[in-house]
Structures are given as C-alpha cells and as structure tokens.
C-alpha cells in the first residue's frame, strides 16, 4: 500500500512503537483521494484506520513522539504564516493507523 498514488506527498512521519503515521499531501484532493480509498483497505492481515488529523492529534503526536527520544520538525513551524504571505502552500493532513 502506497499514498504516493494519490499525489504528492510532502512529508511522512512515522511512530513505529504505536503503529501510527501522520502521511501530509500538498493537495486537498490528494488527501481525500487517500482517506476515500485508504480507509479499512488490509494490511498484513491488518485493516487500516485513516483518517484527517485534527491540529490537536497532530501536536500529541509529536508529543508522543519527542518522549520517545525522536525529535522530528513540525511542518507548522517552518511554513510561513498565512498574515506574512499569500502564496502559502496549505498542507492537507491525514493521519493512518495501523490497527
């Protein structure tokens, strides 16, 4: 299972302990495509659980994963923000779980 065929896809974070990972497209279309599709597709005899992560899932993932030791940059802090320019390429997030 692959997210790549839904477009491009700016940056995959994983936490190996929980089985989780935050997979962030450029596109919004792109996101939905993956949700529409991705969602209860089996893998390793597993069914996936996918989703948009809210802002709030987002930071706890981080969190999560700073107590682990894994320190890994936050797409909201190096984007600039919307008020220090328009052309802003807005992430679209999507959050799958392994179950």
Same mark, same amino acid.
């Given at each position: 299972? $692959? !997210?790549?065929? %839904?477009g #491009?896809?700016?940056?995959?974070? =994983?936490?190996?302990? &929980?089985?989780? +990972?935050? =997979?962030f !497209?450029? $596109?919004?279309?792109? +996101?939905?495509?993956?949700?529409?599709?991705? &969602? *209860?597709? +089996?893998?390793? *005899?597993?069914?996936?659980?996918?989703? %948009?992560?809210? &802002?709030?899932?987002?930071?706890? !993932?981080y969190?999560?994963?700073?107590?682990?030791?894994?320190?890994?940059?936050? #797409?909201?802090?190096?984007?600039?923000? #919307? +008020?220090?320019? %328009?052309?802003?390429?807005?992430?679209? %997030?999507?959050?799958?779980?392994?179950?």
């Open positions: 299972m $692959q !997210f790549h065929q %839904f #491009p896809i700016t940056q995959v974070v =994983v936490d190996r302990e &929980r089985g989780h +990972a935050l =997979v !497209f450029d $596109q919004i279309s792109c +996101a939905q495509a993956a949700v529409k599709e991705m &969602r *209860g597709a +089996a893998l390793r *005899g597993r069914r996936l659980q996918v989703d %948009f992560a809210s &802002r709030e899932c987002q930071e706890t !993932f969190e999560h994963l700073e107590r682990q030791g894994n320190v890994s940059e936050k #797409p909201w802090d190096s984007r600039p923000s #919307p +008020a220090s320019s %328009f052309d802003v390429t807005y992430v679209y %997030f999507l959050y799958k779980s392994i179950l």
